[in-house]
């Protein structure tokens, strides 16, 4: 793991700094962690109760994502970052393969990057996103294994919000990137295949539960139309929440498909004026 990176991690024992040692990370209390050879670190102290995408699912989001569909979700996120970023790490929390805090880096030319998820599939593919960048398994869910006021920007795209969390390991002047999917996101597919919809109420439910910690500086809805061939449909399908609950199907093609995001900018509540918002 990469010196600036390593600076910023937290034993998820006791919180003390990590150092490298012989095949793994130790902290002065002589906790031990070991370093995959993939290149991910097993920051886990228990079984997780929350369920990690499968190789399968991460394989079908490698694919997609390289193909480019989702780059402009990535730009968007790495031109809202270079406006927002104060310094410091930036951390990643359910990253999956990396790809969106690849893309944060390449903005950020002096920026380290973390990137964390319970999912080792992901992590063997996050660990070799970027040369910034290192990845870490643990649950977002709990504490996460990095120190007080690290981090300048913390990135949550399709994931699981730990707004407590965030808080606490975000610096002063840092902002929370979140990205969240629209009603009208993939409606073409849920249509079709009876797929998971979004929740109508998602924005405020997203809102609900950062309130206390957190307040939206600003906001964009990101719509694009995608034409995908049936096997891209398919792996769109086969990345998504909705593969633990369908049976593959190939629809006739070419399709097309709505891609709706939205991006919300938070700070710190204590720091913050009057929301602003547009799209």
């Known amino acids: 793991m990469d ?3 390593l600076a910023n991690v937290r034993c998820p024992v006791c919180g003390e700094p990590l150092g490298a040692g012989q095949g793994g990370l130790r902290c002065p209390r002589g906790h031990s962690f070991d370093v995959a050879r993939q290149g991910y670190v097993n920051l886990s102290t228990g079984r997780s109760p929350h369920t990690g995408d499968t190789a399968d699912m991460v394989a079908a989001r490698a694919e997609f994502l390289a193909a480019g569909h989702y780059d402009f979700i990535s730009a968007a996120l790495a031109e809202a970052a270079r406006a927002a970023y104060p310094g410091g790490l930036v951390l990643d929390a359910g990253a999956g393969t990396g790809r969106h805090l690849a893309a944060v880096l390449d903005a950020l030319p002096a920026a380290p990057g973390l990137a964390l998820d319970v999912s080792k599939p992901a992590l063997r593919r996050a660990a070799r996103a970027h040369p910034r960048a290192g990845a870490a398994l643990c649950d977002t869910w709990g504490r996460l294994p990095v120190a007080d006021g690290s981090a300048g920007l913390v990135l949550d795209v399709f994931a699981p919000r730990n707004g407590p969390e965030f808080r606490r390991v975000l610096r002063p002047g840092g902002a929370l990137l979140v990205v969240t999917p629209e ?96 799209s």
């Open 3 to 5: 010196a600036h990176v």
């Open 183 to 278: 009603a009208d996101h993939l409606a073409e597919l849920v249509e079709r295949l009876g797929l998971l919809q979004v929740d109508p109420e998602k924005a405020e439910r997203v809102a609900a539960s950062l309130a206390g910690h957190f307040a939206l500086a600003a906001e964009s809805i990101l719509t694009r139309a995608l034409t995908l061939s049936p096997e891209e449909a398919a792996t769109l399908v086969g990345m998504g929440p909705s593969a633990w609950h369908t049976t593959p199907v190939v629809l006739p093609g070419p399709i097309t498909v709505t891609a709706s995001v939205r991006l919300g900018v938070y700070v710190e509540r204590s720091t913050s004026s009057q929301p602003a918002g547009g």
